[in-house]
């Protein structure tokens, strides 16, 4: 597998909008980018900015007249390019948008499904018969978690023994064959597969607390296409993706599309695009409803209309990909045939899952990685299982609460959009270590300010009022304002940040290091914070009673994301000079 610093660039640069960064109150004849977002201005100015020669000219006399910042009346002026031309000098030269434009068509479909199944997801167990919201932490930890270590030891057996192309495949068809099964097999027939009568015999026998694991036994079927929907992110859009565009990527590439930003715009809006367009779908398949004839389940329509969508998205990401490998991988123009076979014949690094485990927590870097990666998916946990809670009280119908998803979808892509081009000044302006700090910041603020509304209902009741709203409407909006957010940060700074410290690694960190991080770092995160939920539930009766105690544990994890953000900084600028590359 090849470096991850093609990607990474390649995430920075594209994920962080379109227009092109000009340093405020500064003009420059040249500006270079030998890094994701090293930006040097080469200009002889010291102070200011000047509108012309004779103003320049003013400036160097009135300060020092030996000033080495001379320019003549009569020097020639390079005219400006118009807008059309600058549009048509960036357009990529025919081989690279041989590849390019797959690849971002592939990421649009991966990113249609995932949101689509997102949604989907979370409409299914929460309003469940027997279930809700709290149910949430123990499917991740009991379900969600095993199978993420599984897949990770299969993923590492079948990189041995396959070549890449065929562990895509492997890994990828799977997941649509079970989805197609899904809505028209299991789905129709869950009366008949769920033990709701045996699961009621036993609740009587067992404490209330039980409920949430017993839900989880009652609903297995949903239990199970949950955990599905959240390996497709992890699997096929994190890794797999992820790591095919390495392979047809080059430093070079990455490089050139760092400096000039309008060249792709394509992998960030087909992400976001994808984010909208799938929302809206998810909002018109529930909107259907209203026109089915009586006795038709309309969640099982939505099923069906909603599946059927993913297995068509992702029979494209298929043949997208099929396509790249016999017109692209193999077109000399397009990827360096040599370096390919040299990759496919070096010989592959063996290692176990306990093996792999042991060399990743000898690694002080890859620690502060994953502990970003863990400490993210707790923090988003922990805020986002008690939003699900008051979701389903607002919208208690599969259909509304499918709808109401949906919109959800499209307003994260459309947030997302505009955080990407306030993104890269971020990174540009002020560095890794400040854009690495956007995503907890913003998580801390938005999730204490939910908290607050949710333990001070009465309080905010009159506002609530004067809004024309009710208490819980507004924790709705609010809560569902802090996941927009929080979302958006992720995608545009913290994903960015996260791909480029894969950069001054070794190989071996790099390909174990990212798997273990990806696949099993998230559920992981996601995990630990189900837990403290599970025992807050146990502990305090529920999860609203938890609320005080989720707030207090939300602000210690934040202090530890500060502390291992600040670690992996220096580390990252320590690793950097030490390749030659050049540090943010």
């Not at 949430?212 to 859009?237: D, H, K, Q």
């Not at 909603?306 to 790249?324: E, K, P």
């Not at 927590?361 to 990685?369: E, F, Q, V």
Request: hydrophobic residues 45%; charged residues 15%.
């Amino acid at each position: 597998m090849k470096s991850v610093a093609p990607i990474a660039c390649c995430l920075l640069g594209i994920l962080q909008g379109a227009s092109a960064f000009s340093p405020s109150g500064l003009q420059s004849k040249h500006i270079t980018c030998s890094s994701p977002s090293s930006f040097t201005a080469s200009a002889n100015i010291n102070n200011g900015s000047c509108n012309n020669n004779n103003s320049i000219n003013m400036m160097s006399s009135s300060r020092n007249n030996n000033s080495r910042l001379h320019m003549s009346d009569g020097a020639a002026v390079p005219q400006k390019k118009g807008f059309v031309e600058k549009i048509k000098s960036k357009i990529p030269p025919a081989a690279e948008r041989k590849k390019l434009v797959p690849l971002a068509l592939m990421f649009f479909f991966i990113l249609f499904n995932y949101t689509i199944l997102r949604d989907t997801k979370d409409v299914l167990m929460v309003t469940a018969k027997g279930s809700g919201a709290e149910v949430i932490p123990f499917i991740k930890t009991y379900v969600n978690l095993p199978a993420a270590i599984g897949f990770t030891a299969l993923y590492s057996k079948l990189c041995d023994r396959l070549e890449q192309k065929d562990v895509f495949y492997a890994c990828t068809i799977p997941f649509l064959f079970f989805f197609a099964a899904f809505a028209f097999i299991i789905y129709p027939n869950v009366g008949a597969l769920h033990p709701h009568a045996f699961v009621d015999k036993i609740a009587l026998a067992l404490p209330e607390g039980f409920g949430a694991p017993l839900a989880i036994v009652r609903n297995w079927s949903f239990a199970v296409f949950y955990v599905m929907a959240e390996m497709w992110g992890s699997v096929v859009a994190s890794l797999l993706f992820w790591s095919f565009a390495n392979e047809v990527t080059t430093v070079d590439e990455a490089k050139k599309y760092c400096e000039c930003l309008l060249l792709h715009p394509l992998f960030g809006l087909g992400a976001n695009v994808a984010l909208i367009f799938s929302g809206q779908y998810v909002r018109f398949v529930s909107s259907l409803r209203a026109n089915l004839a009586p006795g038709i389940d309309p969640w099982g329509m939505s099923i069906k209309y909603l599946m059927g969508a993913v297995v068509a998205s992702g029979g494209c990401l298929v043949s997208i990909f099929s396509y790249m490998q016999r017109k692209v991988m193999t077109d000399p123009a397009c990827v360096d045939q040599e370096k390919q076979q040299a990759r496919k014949s070096r010989k592959k690094v063996k290692m176990g899952l306990r093996e792999s485990a042991k060399f990743l927590l000898s690694s002080p870097y890859i620690r502060n990685l994953a502990t970003l990666v863990i400490s993210y998916g707790m923090c988003i946990n922990l805020v986002e299982v008690s939003w699900k809670s008051k979701l389903k009280m607002a919208y208690p119908d599969p259909n509304a609460y499918s709808a109401f998803m949906g919109n959800f979808s499209s307003a994260t892509g459309t947030v997302t959009l505009i955080m990407m081009l306030l993104g890269r000044k971020i990174f540009s302006k002020y560095g890794w270590r400040n854009a690495a700090m956007v995503t907890p910041s913003m998580i801390g603020i938005t999730g204490l300010a939910f908290y607050c509304l949710t333990l001070f209902a009465p309080f905010f009741a009159p506002i609530a009022a004067s809004l024309g709203t009710t208490p819980l409407m507004l924790a709705v909006f609010v809560g569902a304002a802090q996941n927009i957010l929080s979302k958006s940060a992720k995608y545009s700074l913290f994903d960015p940040c996260k791909e480029m410290a894969y950069i001054p690694l070794d190989q071996d960190s790099k390909t174990k290091g990212k798997a273990a991080v990806d696949v099993v770092g998230n559920p992981l995160g996601k995990s630990g914070g189900a837990l403290i939920q599970q025992i807050l539930i146990f502990g305090v009766g529920s999860l609203a009673a938890a609320t005080p105690w989720l707030a207090g544990i939300l602000g210690v994890l934040l202090f530890f994301w500060y502390k291992a953000v600040n670690s992996l900084a220096g580390q990252f600028e320590e690793a950097m000079e030490a390749s030659g590359e050049t540090a943010m």
